[in-house]
């Protein structure tokens, strides 16, 4: 898994779709299956660059802050206009670094949803935060702001392990940004990353067992991979960086799953963790592949059938607003068979499952031609069939990435 951020369930579907090597067309797009939406605000921008890090962020020495506000609430606008009659059930601030946002931009982005669409009264509204002390002393303005629950970068609870990781906070700051954030905001949830260099199963159960003891609702466990472009990479292929292998990580693996279920946090998806109804709202809404808008640098969407991925650098996605009003690249319509892939490589990462009636309704055809029901049959023990719940089972999500392309059919083109 992508170490580094809560939303990295979207991300990572969107790498499944585009190795599976599918191509779009257009067609007429299909409707929603309700009337509730999710929103994502990408604000791409960082302090300095994580060496793990392949998200879109990018380190700038100044930021035009009333420029980008009056990008974003143009961007959510030209969302509202292809969306109308909704009702917004989460916002999601994801990054780069939404810490860094000003809270009347923040509070300028909420409101304008609330004015387009209106938000459900219990939306769910998620910042994604970094445990500095400069950051954290914004928490109640940002709380003020109408978010209600933050996802807070820790990534470790040991010093070495955060120099290594290029974390500018040591574990002191961090969890003092951790105690502010549970007085100010009613949800918190917080990264860690795991399988790092050297890190034992002793080591790791230790620190986890800490984590579990500081209160929270939620936590994002990832393990740490080696992603393309990143100084990691680098490191890497000159052989000086070698993290767990593919036993030592399955096993740290068992462990967190054991761990978090003792604690009563067991696993909804493969790398998040939560007390009962403490799930992300909004993360349900991609896995379960409901409408999402995507607004930002480089945010993926998906609406009525299509999807929509904005400019990923900063500076050519603000030219795109201000030429066209919107910071669109990419808008296609899905046929409906690929729509029902993405259905399966999302909603197969929960544990949950999907259903199967659902994605024949999505595909347009029989569930055969779109799930290779032989293959389940065969992965008995790591895929579990019964009726139409399709689900992989712990066993399986070591191997999600081979099951997947094993048991989904490829789409038309």
């Known amino acids: 898994m992508i170490a580094g951020g809560e939303r990295e369930g979207e991300q ?16 007429a797009p299909r409707m929603a299956d309700d009337n509730s939406l999710a929103l994502y605000v990408h604000w791409p921008f960082c302090v300095s660059k994580c060496p793990y890090c392949d998200f879109n962020s990018h380190v700038r020495a100044r930021v035009d802050q009333a420029a980008w506000r009056a990008a974003l609430l143009a961007d959510l606008a030209h969302e509202a206009a292809a969306l109308p009659g909704r009702r917004v059930s989460s916002i999601f601030f994801g990054g780069g670094t939404p810490s860094l946002m000003p809270p009347e931009t923040v509070a300028a982005v909420i409101d304008a949803a609330d004015a387009a669409w209106g938000l459900e009264a219990d939306a769910e509204i998620t910042l994604e935060a970094n445990p500095s002390s400069v950051e954290a002393a914004r928490f109640g303005d940002i709380a003020r702001a109408g978010v209600n629950r933050v996802s807070l970068g820790l990534q470790a609870l040991d010093d070495a392990a955060l120099r290594f ?28 990353i795991y399988a790092r260099p050297g890190q034992g199963m002793d080591e ?30 680098t490191e890497a292929a000159a052989g000086r960086l070698t993290i767990p292998d593919g036993d030592a990580a399955a096993d ?44 930002g640098p480089g945010a993926h969407g998906r609406r009525l ?65 779109l799930v290779d029901l ?13 009726g139409d719940r399709l689900a992989v089972l712990p066993a399986g999500m070591l191997l999600l990435d081979a099951i997947l392309p094993a048991i989904v059919r490829a789409g038309e083109a």
């Open 12 to 27: 990572q579907g969107e790498r499944e779709k585009v190795a599976f090597g599918w191509h779009h067309r257009h067609i």
């Open 165 to 192: 990781l290029g974390r500018a906070h040591d574990v002191d700051e961090g969890l003092n940004a951790l105690d502010t954030a549970q007085r100010a905001f009613a949800r918190v949830s917080f990264d860690l």
């Open 305 to 369: 059938g299509t999807a929509t991925q904005r400019r990923r650098k900063p500076e050519n996605w603000l030219t795109a607003i201000a030429r066209n009003g919107h910071g669109i690249e990419q808008e296609e319509a899905l046929p409906p068979a690929i729509q029902a892939q993405e259905a399966l490589l999302m909603g197969l990462r929960l544990a949950e499952g999907v259903d199967l009636a659902r994605i024949a309704r999505l595909g347009g055809r029989p569930i055969a031609e």
């Open 374 to 386: 032989d293959a389940v049959a065969r992965l008995a023990g790591m895929v579990a069939h019964e």
């Open 204 to 233: 790791w159960a230790r620190e986890l067992a800490r984590a579990l003891a500081f209160g929270t609702e939620h936590l994002s466990l990832y393990q740490l991979t080696i992603e393309p472009g990143t100084r990691f990479a």
């Open 252 to 295: 740290l693996y068992d462990l967190t799953r054991a761990l978090t279920s003792a604690a009563g946090q067991p696993p909804y998806e493969i790398s998040n963790h939560a007390r009962a109804g403490a799930e992300s709202r909004h993360n349900l809404a991609y896995w379960r592949y409901r409408d999402y808008a995507g607004i």
